[in-house]
C-alpha cells in the first residue's frame, strides 16, 4: 500500500532487536533490508496494531518530506503534553517503533515511542534536516533508550551453552557460564515479556528465575497452555 511505502522510505537502518518471537522466530538480528512483507508482519502482529499503524504513516510522510509535525505524546513517566518537532526518521527496535526527531520547543533531539503518540498532524511547513549527533537513527535510539529507568533486574540460568544462549539473547541482556552446561544471563528489563520470549526462543531448562515477579508469569503462563493444549 502507499502507507506501508511511505513508511519503509522513512525507516532508519534497524538496530538488533530485543528478543522476539513476534518479527522473527529465530531471534535473528533485523537488518536494514525490510521487505515490504516482513515490515508489515512486524507492524500486524504488534499489540498496537492497527492503532498506530496510521499515524505512523503520517509520521512517515512527514519524515520523508521533510515536514514540521506536531502530536500529543505520553512520557514513560505518564506526563502527556503536545510536541512539535522536525520528523528525521521512524527506527523499529524489538517490538516497537520509534521516531527519532528534533524537538522545537526543547531545542534538542528526542526519541518517542510510536504507541504514545496521538493525533499526529503536519503543519505543512518543510525544514533543512539536522545533523543527527550519532552515526545513524538506530544507534541514537539505542542510546537514547538505555537511558530510560527499567522496572525489573531479570536473573536467569538455563541448560545451554554459552555459545547458543549469546546467539539467540544479542546485545540485550549479558551472558556468562555458570557451570560446565549451564549459563547465567542478567538483564534489565521494563516488561516481563522479554525474558518469556527469550526463554521460549531458547527452549532450554531453567534451573533459576529471579524476580518473584517473572517466575508467578512463567507459572500463570505454564496453566493457561495446559490449560487449552
Known amino acids: 500500500s502507499a502507507g506501508l511505502s511511505m513508511f519503509e522510505a522513512s525507516m532508519a537502518p ?4 530485543a528478543p522476539t518471537m513476534v518479527c522473527s522466530s529465530s531471534m535473528n538480528r533485523m537488518t536494514s533490508g525490510f521487505s515490504r512483507i516482513s515490515a508489515m508482519i512486524c507492524l500486524s502482529r504488534s499489540s498496537n496494531w492497527p492503532r498506530y499503524f496510521v499515524p505512523a504513516t503520517i509520521i512517515a510522510r512527514s519524515s520523508r518530506d521533510n515536514e514540521r509535525l506536531r502530536f500529543g505524546y505520553r512520557t514513560y513517566s505518564g506526563s502527556a503534553g ?3 518537532v522536525e520528523p528525521h526518521h521512524v527506527v523499529p527496535l ?3 517503533w520509534y521516531l527519532v526527531a528534533w524537538d522545537l520547543d526543547r531545542n534538542d533531539w528526542r ?3 510510536l504507541d504514545r503518540i496521538t493525533e499526529p498532524r503536519s503543519t505543512g511547513r518543510r525544514f533543512d534536516p539536522r545533523t543527527l549527533p550519532a552515526a545513524d537513527a538506530a544507534t541514537y ?3 537514547s533508550i538505555a537511558s530510560i529507568p527499567t522496572t525489573h533486574h531479570v536473573e536467569l540460568v538455563v541448560e545451554a551453552p554459552l555459545q547458543t544462549v549469546r546467539g539467540v539473547l544479542g546485545p540485550w541482556g549479558t551472558a556468562t557460564t555458570e557451570g560446565p552446561d ?4 542478567e538483564m534489565d528489563v521494563d516488561d516481563l515479556s522479554w525474558p518469556v520470549m527469550f526463554l521460549a526462543a531458547i527452549n532450554a531448562k531453567v534451573h533459576h528465575t529471579e524476580p518473584p515477579e517473572l517466575r508467578t508469569l512463567l507459572q500463570q503462563l505454564a496453566e ?3 490449560a487449552t493444549a
Not at 534497524?14 to 532487536?17: D, E, F, L, V
Not at 549451564?182 to 544471563?185: G, K, Q, S, Y
Request: hydrophobic share 20%; glycine share 4%.
Open 14 to 17: 534497524s538496530a538488533p532487536p
Open 82 to 84: 503536545e510536541r512539535h
Open 94 to 96: 524489538g517490538r516497537r
Open 111 to 113: 526519541t518517542f515511542r
Open 141 to 143: 535510539v539505542t542510546r
Open 182 to 185: 549451564t549459563t547465567r544471563i
Open 224 to 226: 493457561h497452555f495446559r
